[in-house]
């Protein structure tokens, strides 16, 4: 048997597996194989959407389930001993893992993160494959894990239902190194976890090992809205069974384990204190949800709870760590112990991308000053100033504005899906219950058949309120658009939310992010897997805040005439290249079942200028791109093309050069575009009949372009075909036509031969065999783009 002629399954069952198996792991509780731990990014293009790969590893090790102290990334015998092991450290830090091992089925490569003698990387053999307690020995000494009472803590095992559900990578690193942290005695512990992550799965395991392990007996979770201890105890907690109460009312019953609790019920501003019937020893563990939005002011009454409870732990969750000059969680809990982003959830395929629509009105960017005598619509005169983008909504209700915002979403539906979950966040209750108006009278059609098509759901709207949960709920087709102004902000497990309306003057990037959450869950039956964004109030600008980490995947400026309605089916046909440099093929939509059947604070009511008779329009159009740092461009799109391109050719010779010799021309358009050059939006600007050499040679270059059309035509006038058979010569004919229309990428692939009308011309290998075969047709079609670019630029 050559070794060199196994497949890498080959050399994992005749070497690898053995050998850890030899070394004392258990089969069964011990040895994880080829286990999947993202879902592969979810990538748009217009309305369709496709998975990228999953990541997976080829072997994790686990002291106990859940617990993971190596991984294994196996090669098949062509490749050395150690040929693995860099991507087996990439897959190592993501998860959490100290002991990585790289193997072509020789030996091992092992590289030991808590090697204290500086070899932290060495090759031994299938023989000396480690041991569990060995790895468990060097695992508690790299942790600190010193005595048996740590050990007892941290190695308690998870809650399991016997439904096959196991937490995700990044919750089990969360709940690792939380339990870690506090069998150490930490005492105050923050996690940050984007919204539709799971946080309170991830307390709810939490809980449970420090609960079992004995570690802490009693535990308080605090919220700050009857909604979120609502889906608290109907969801995971309800394991809890007869250990589990709410706090109601004030009445405090010290029979139970783990608590429920609003800390609204627990105090209030009268010094009725619910919290004081509890000793101050009474908990042990105090764990606070959504903990940005006041466990961190110095006066908030969750700060008078927690330094009540002073002697127990405190653990923060949240999605956004707040930190102002009043306000520091940071302070108060320390750095984070565990951060899992809105960008490596999106790269992992957890949670929802979005793009992103902004939509610019003419008196929210110029402004608007009332003419001479103008009155409101009470007959009162208008105060003589001029009136911006934060005033409106606010201190002045232009009905003009609101009309257009409403024609706006509807169009946006309309080209989309009419029935498509979507919020409007607004300025406060006023607007919303004025945009609920506006959106009822744009959507007559719909609204007279069922009249919670649309509802303002607010704090102060009872009836909104109880439709909050059917709004929420995907089986429910009704209501289809919601009006809100601060209720619907954190909280609302909208899963098939597809629309954002930002119309509110957001400056707080933890609102923003708050807000962006919820629509990044993702709902693959329901045909959820991505969210659109629009803006009406340059909120979307934050995008260039380094705290932001989440990157839309198309951000669109509308221009003054321009149509909402065809907006989400807007694509190109650059390829979408996925992690591992496969080209991510985007099947047909699929066919989906059709759908049948809080704790706000109020604000005070305030008065509002109301006026009408303004003209309202949408300015001209102007683009923004994301550069490939994720931030947004804001120099003109002929400059920032010049800059990107003439990084990589400083002259127009150069890039001459490399275009005439590259194999495919695809290879440079692909390699300019990850250096951000935007190829679609230059066709934009100087024309959609031009492709990405001329546009390349005219705008870093300043060089005369030629449309695809007249390089087609130049071609046929030298008519260098003659040298060819006729069948041959009514395929290069044909090319070249269907170069003009769609682009030199498109003739690049031998797809091309499948479309019309070149598979009227007979088929893919008729046409090939015209050539004389297959290299044949290829050498031809290189000389096709070497007399369509012969001309230069």
């Known amino acids: 048997m050559n070794k060199k002629d196994l497949s890498e399954s080959d050399i994992k069952a005749k070497f690898i597996t053995p050998a850890i198996l030899n070394s004392g792991w258990d089969e069964q509780t011990q040895l994880g194989r080829e286990i999947f731990f993202t879902d592969g990014r979810i990538y748009v293009k217009g309305k369709l959407t496709a998975r990228g790969k999953r990541k997976f590893a080829d072997y994790i090790l686990f002291y106990k389930p859940n617990v993971p102290i190596a991984i294994i990334e196996a090669k098949d015998n062509k490749h050395s001993v150690r040929g693995g092991i860099q991507q087996a450290l990439g897959y190592g830090n993501t998860l959490d893992i100290p002991f990585v091992f790289s193997s072509n089925g020789d030996g091992f490569y092992f590289h030991d993160k808590t090697a204290t003698d500086g070899e932290i990387e060495k090759e031994i053999s299938l023989e000396e494959f480690p041991s569990p307690q060995e790895l468990w020995a060097k695992y508690k000494r790299y942790k600190g894990i010193e005595t048996p009472e740590v050990e007892e803590i941290i190695s308690q095992d998870y809650f399991q239902d016997g439904s096959g559900r196991s937490p995700r990578y990044y919750q089990q690193n969360a709940v690792n190194r939380t339990i870690e942290a506090v069998a150490k005695k930490q005492q105050r512990i923050i996690l940050v976890m984007a919204t539709g992550t799971g946080k309170t799965y991830t307390a709810f395991q939490i809980i449970y090992r420090l609960w079992k392990s004995g570690a802490k007996k009693r535990i308080l979770f605090l919220a700050d809205r009857t909604a979120l201890i609502d889906q608290t105890a109907r969801g995971d907690f309800r394991h809890f069974k007869d250990a589990l109460t709410i706090i109601k009312k004030k009445k405090i019953d010290t029979a139970y384990n783990v608590y429920l609790a609003l800390y609204q019920g627990l105090s209030d501003s009268n ?308 992690v591992d440099g496969e080209e991510v093929d985007f099947p047909e939509p699929p066919e989906y079942p059709e759908i049948t059947g809080g704790g706000e604070i109020l604000e005070e009511p305030r008065a509002k200028i109301r006026v009408d008779g303004v003209r309202v329009k949408i300015v001209n159009e102007r683009v923004q791109y994301l550069g490939t740092d994720g931030k947004i461009i804001t120099e003109s799109l002929r400059d920032y093309t010049k800059n990107s391109v ?148």
């Open 271 to 578: 010094g009725d204190d619910a919290y004081k019937q509890f000793s101050r020893e009474f908990f042990d563990l105090v764990i606070i949800d959504e903990c940005h939005r006041g466990s961190a002011k110095e006066d908030s009454k969750w700060r008078e709870i927690l330094e009540y409870f002073n002697t127990a732990t405190h653990i923060g969750l949240t999605a956004t760590p707040k930190e102002t000059t009043e306000v520091s969680n940071t302070e108060y809990f320390g750095e984070p112990i565990y951060t899992y982003s809105l960008k490596q959830g999106i790269d992992d395929g957890f949670l929802a991308p979005y793009k992103v629509v902004k939509v610019t009105l003419d008196i929210d960017a110029e402004g608007w000053r009332p003419p001479n005598g103008f009155l409101d619509k009470d007959g009162n005169p208008v105060e003589d100033r001029i009136y911006n983008r934060t005033d409106f909504d606010k201190n002045i209700v232009v009905e003009e504005r609101r009309k257009i915002v409403a024609a706006k979403i509807t169009e946006f539906l309309k080209g989309y899906d009419r029935f498509a979950k979507s919020i409007v966040f607004c300025i406060d209750i006023e607007h919303a219950e004025g945009m609920r108006t506006a959106l009822v009278n744009a959507n007559a059609d719909l609204f007279a058949e069922n009249s919670k098509y649309i509802m303002q759901i607010t704090g102060d709207n009872e009836e909104g309120k109880r439709e909050l949960d059917n709004f929420i709920n995907p089986t429910e087709t009704y209501p289809v658009i919601a009006t809100t102004s601060k209720l619907m902000t954190t909280g609302v497990d909208a899963q098939t939310c597809k629309l954002i309306v930002l119309d509110s003057n957001i400056g707080s990037m933890t609102e923003f992010k708050q807000i962006i959450g919820r629509g990044t869950r993702i709902k693959e039956e329901y045909g959820k897997t991505y969210f659109t964004i629009m803006d009406f109030r340059n909120v979307t600008n934050l995008f260039a805040d380094p705290d932001f980490d989440g990157d839309p995947v198309m951000i669109k400026d509308v221009g003054e005439d321009e149509d909402l309605s065809g907006t989400e089916e807007e694509t190109t046909d650059t390829p979408i290249i996925d």
């Open 646 to 793: 003439t990084k990589q050719y400083k002259t127009l010779d150069e890039f001459l050069n490399s275009w005439n010799n590259a194999d495919k021309k695809k290879a440079i358009v692909n390699e300019l575009e990850e250096q951000g050059v935007f190829f679609d939006a230059l066709q934009d600007e100087v024309g959609a009949a031009f492709d990405p050499f001329d546009l390349i040679c005219h705008v870093a270059f300043e060089s005369k372009p030629l449309t695809r059309k007249e390089r087609a035509d130049n071609v046929k006038k030298r008519n260098y075909f003659t040298k060819y058979g006729e069948q041959a010569q009514l395929v290069l004919q044909s090319l070249l036509d269907k170069y003009a229309q769609d682009g030199l990428i498109t003739i690049e692939s031998t797809e091309v031969l499948k479309l019309d009308p070149l598979n009227k011309l007979g088929t893919p290998m008729e046409l090939v065999n015209a050539f004389g075969g297959k290299p044949q047709y290829i050498k031809a079609i290189k000389e096709l783009e070497k007399e369509l670019y012969k001309t230069g630029a």
